[in-house]
């Protein structure tokens, strides 16, 4: 069973600055997906990045670029230039190329002050 | 091209009842994923159906079933309700099986169970 941690429950930056957010997650698969989703207050969960675990190139959209580190299991978001709208909750979850059944962490909520 | 829609928004049910709640999928997919999200957690999946037929299944109880219709829109069906059922339940369609990175989510159904 794959297993994704995500250790900070809260995170605080100031507009225009960075911030990065840590998961981590467990498992034997080899061909694999991780994401990061965004869930502001209107609870609709948007794809903020993916990356396939075949894929050495760190994924990267706009402001928001990933770390993976496949040997360590490690997978944090960089969040660039912070707006006032990324505040949100974020969650990483991890999915298998059999099915499209998504795993998720408990979350990381993201708070960007002015 | 329509997203994922849910309905209803809010329901509000007395424990030992019966609910049904509604996933209309995104134009053209015929996979359809639920998920329970409870407050402060992460979305666990419930079942997942492809081509109307159940594809996987979480751990879930078996009074949580679903269809999945000719037009591939689906219902997730929870018997005799208690007060841990209440949370926010999503779906989320795709193209097709093996296609994590293609999972589109419909903005939930919030439900209270008292």
């Known amino acids: 069973a794959q297993t994704v941690t995500q250790s900070q429950p809260e995170m605080s930056v100031q507009e225009a600055e960075t911030v990065t957010l840590s998961c981590t997650y467990d498992?034997?698969?080899?061909?694999?997906?991780l994401f990061w989703y965004k869930q502001p207050p209107s609870r609709q969960m948007i794809l903020v990045i993916r990356q396939e675990a075949y894929k050495q190139q760190n994924a990267t959209e706009n402001r928001f670029s990933v770390n993976f580190q496949k040997a360590a299991k490690s997978f944090s978001l960089k969040i660039s230039d912070s707006q006032l709208g990324d505040a949100a909750m974020y969650f990483c979850?991890?999915?298998?190329?059999?099915?499209?059944?998504?795993?998720f962490g408990t979350g990381t909520r993201l708070q960007v002050t002015l | 091209e329509t997203g994922v829609t849910q309905s209803p928004t809010h329901l509000i049910k007395t424990r030992g009842q019966q609910v049904t709640l509604r996933c209309s999928s995104q134009s053209g997919h015929n996979t359809v994923s639920w998920y329970q999200q409870a407050l402060g957690q992460g979305p666990q999946f419930i079942f997942q159906?492809?081509?109307?037929?159940?594809?996987g299944r979480g751990n879930f109880p078996p009074r949580f079933s679903g269809l999945q219709f000719p037009n591939y829109s689906s219902e997730l069906n929870v018997n005799a309700l208690e007060l841990d059922d209440s949370a926010l339940y999503l779906c989320a369609s795709s193209l097709s099986l093996g296609q994590p990175y293609e999972q589109y989510f419909g903005p939930g159904t919030r439900l209270t169970v008292t």
């Open positions: 498992t034997s698969e080899s061909d694999y997906y």
């Open positions: 979850a991890f999915g298998t190329g059999t099915a499209s059944k998504l795993t």
């Open positions: 159906y492809y081509r109307e037929e159940e594809n």
